[in-house]
């Protein structure tokens, strides 16, 4: 991202952060409320069971006092933005990273089946689109499945995989990874079918006045013309495949990984782990999609094809 | 002189979704080795399909044609010929000197016939230099010039030209043709040439093919008397605009029987 880039983006999280701190005051009223009243505090109105009548922000409105506590909750329906961070802080930094609670410990799990599946996908991907390019049944075969794979809801599929691989004795990283490769697979053929096909007619005339051969064509032609198709592909397919490992992780009870993160704080009532983890993992598949902008922009530059990029 | 291609009762048909389409119809031609022939006339008239014939991209219906006493796909294999096209098609991922080096390196020259050649064919062109530049760094008419290059660096005898300065300025265009000539009178080179410009053609020929559409045929064909040293003004003597006065002569009569 360019430095003028940064602006725009900062103001836009900006805007987020402020209707998130706006937001936390009626999604906590009510709690909040019950909270003070047990506390002797004076509530207006009084009865629980009336306050339930009226919304959070009017509730807020009446109690103004309560507005400063409905951000220090310890089970806000509705973290605010400083507990999430103060919860990451927390987790990242002051935690042995090899301790289960740290959050750097459960980002590796993830992360370590994202790239498996990543790499997984990828090459699948890559393989078929060449099959697709150059088999004319794989062509007519290959795709209309590829496409159909995909209208499946992930969230149906993944517990039968893991269920079924758990079955046959197939555990830890790899059935998640199946799931990561399942998504990330995907814009790679996509995007690798149309860049292998992206020469056209007169470029591969000359490679015939040349009689050169079909693994020249690719090599020489076929294989370099993909390349920016392939890094966009892949930019997608990586944020898939964690997007992946993480639904992987939800169904089965999976005690690491931000899956388990998300689903452990959910069910114990600790909204700033699952929030944490949310942010944790947003955080980590944007480090993942810049490091490939990064190698993006390396090698196009080097194939002299910086302004495609 | 001897014969280098020579084509009797040339025939194709084209199958298309609108019923077949006669591209090429009975078409007679003999070129001799070191000939300039520029093949023109409208757009339809099978002018780059009989280029294409030649160079065995296409496979006619019927009839004979042989490339130095070959067929067009064994003259092909033998790489016999080097092909220049419309557009550059340099391959942006590659330098210029790397662009050159595509054919040598999938012929398998090896390293230091590679580097030797691309150094002598920039210099053929004009674009020493230039070899470690990047194609989007050099102007259309630069590209062009690379891409004649890309087609001599492996030393064929024959060069099959489609159109190939028909994208850019006409003072580029007077340049490269000056240019080609020079580089045809010293690489001796037989030279198949397609172009829709009369100046272009008569200025640049030896033979001077003249074609005309539906079906698509030969009407015409001119041997030029002009001499081989052609300076740019040799357009505005008699002889060339005699020249010129039959080639336009000849496609308008091609034009007027459709």
């Given amino acids: 991202m360019t430095f003028k880039g940064i602006f725009p983006a900062l103001t836009v999280v900006g805007f987020i952060l402020a209707v998130w701190t706006l937001a936390v005051i009626p999604m906590n009223a009510h709690l909040t409320a019950d909270q003070a009243q047990r506390d002797d505090m004076i509530i207006t109105p009084e009865a629980p069971r009336e306050r339930q009548e009226i919304s959070g922000l009017g509730l807020a409105l009446k109690n103004p006092a309560i507005i400063p506590l409905t951000y220090v909750q310890q089970r806000p329906r509705l973290p605010s933005p400083h507990q999430v961070a103060y919860e990451m802080y927390d987790t990242i930094f002051t935690k042995a990273p090899t301790s289960r609670k740290s959050l750097v410990y459960h980002a590796w799990v993830t992360l370590s089946a994202t790239l498996l599946g990543?790499?997984?996908?990828?090459?699948?991907?890559?393989?078929?689109?060449?099959?697709?390019?150059?088999?004319?049944?794989?062509?007519?075969?290959?795709?209309?499945?590829?496409?159909?794979s995909q209208t499946?809801?992930?969230?149906?599929?993944?517990?039968?995989?893991?269920?079924?691989?758990?079955?046959?004795?197939?555990?830890?990283?790899?059935?998640?990874?199946?799931?990561?490769?399942?998504?990330?697979?995907?814009?790679?053929?996509?995007?690798?079918?149309?860049?292998?096909?992206?020469?056209?007619?007169?470029?591969?005339?000359?490679?015939?006045?040349?009689?050169?051969?079909?693994?020249?064509?690719?090599?020489?032609?076929?294989?370099?013309?993909?390349?920016?198709?392939?890094?966009?592909?892949?930019?997608?397919?990586?944020?898939?495949?964690?997007?992946?490992?993480?639904?992987?992780?939800?169904?089965?009870?999976?005690?690491?990984?931000?899956?388990?993160?998300?689903?452990?704080?959910?069910?114990?009532?600790?909204?700033?782990?699952?929030?944490?983890?949310?942010?944790?993992?947003?955080?980590?598949?944007a480090m993942l999609v810049a490091i490939l902008s990064l190698m993006e922009r390396r090698t196009l530059a080097r194939m002299g094809m910086g302004a495609a990029a | 002189m001897s014969l280098v291609i020579s084509a009797a009762n040339l025939d194709l048909t084209f199958e298309t979704n609108d019923g077949p389409v006669h591209a090429l119809k009975d078409v007679n031609l003999e070129i001799n080795k070191g000939d300039f022939v520029s093949f023109i006339g409208p757009s339809g008239c099978g002018k780059t399909t009989f280029l294409r014939c030649i160079a065995g991209l296409e496979t006619p219906t019927s009839g004979e044609i042989s490339v130095n006493g070959m067929t067009p796909d064994e003259a092909r294999r033998a790489r016999?010929?080097?092909?220049?096209?419309?557009?550059?098609?340099?391959?942006?991922?590659?330098?210029?000197?790397?662009?050159?080096?595509?054919?040598?390196?999938?012929?398998?020259?090896?390293?230091a016939d590679q580097a030797e050649r691309v150094s002598r064919v920039l210099e053929l062109v004009d674009l020493a230099g230039f070899e470690k530049k990047f194609p989007w760094q050099l102007s259309g008419g630069m590209q062009q010039r690379a891409s004649i290059a890309r087609a001599l660096a492996f030393d064929a005898d024959i060069l099959l030209m489609d159109e190939p300065f028909g994208a850019l300025d006409e003072i580029v265009r007077d340049h490269l043709n000056e240019q080609l000539l020079q580089l045809w009178a010293r690489t001796e080179k037989t030279i198949g040439f397609v172009t829709h410009s009369i100046?272009?053609?008569?200025?640049?020929?030896?033979?001077?093919?003249?074609?005309?559409?539906?079906?698509?045929?030969?009407?015409?064909?001119?041997?030029?008397?002009l001499p081989k040293e052609r300076p740019l003004d040799i357009r505005d003597s008699p002889e060339f605009i005699e020249i010129a006065h039959r080639v336009r002569d000849g496609l308008r009569a091609g034009h007027s029987d459709d």
């Fill in chain 2, 80 to 111: 016999a010929y080097g092909y220049v096209f419309q557009a550059a098609g340099l391959y942006p991922w590659r330098t210029i000197g790397g662009n050159i080096r595509l054919p040598l390196e999938i012929m398998g020259f090896d390293k």
């Fill in chain 1, 118 to 148: 990543f790499v997984i996908g990828t090459t699948l991907g890559v393989l078929l689109a060449v099959g697709i390019v150059y088999n004319r049944t794989m062509d007519k075969s290959v795709m209309p499945w590829a496409i159909t």
């Fill in chain 2, 199 to 225: 100046p272009e053609a008569v200025y640049l020929s030896t033979k001077i093919v003249v074609m005309s559409p539906r079906p698509g045929r030969i009407s015409d064909v001119i041997d030029s008397p």
């Fill in chain 1, 152 to 285: 499946i809801p992930i969230l149906a599929l993944a517990p039968m995989v893991i269920v079924m691989l758990g079955a046959i004795g197939i555990q830890g990283l790899l059935p998640k990874s199946i799931i990561s490769a399942y998504l990330s697979f995907f814009p790679v053929v996509v995007g690798m079918v149309k860049g292998l096909r992206s020469p056209d007619g007169m470029q591969l005339d000359l490679l015939r006045t040349y009689s050169a051969s079909a693994n020249q064509g690719f090599w020489k032609l076929r294989l370099p013309a993909s390349m920016p198709y392939l890094f966009t592909s892949l930019k997608i397919g990586i944020s898939a495949a964690l997007v992946g490992a993480i639904v992987g992780e939800l169904p089965t009870g999976a005690r690491a990984g931000f899956g388990a993160r998300m689903l452990v704080g959910d069910q114990y009532g600790q909204p700033m782990v699952t929030w944490a983890a949310l942010f944790a993992a947003a955080i980590t598949a």
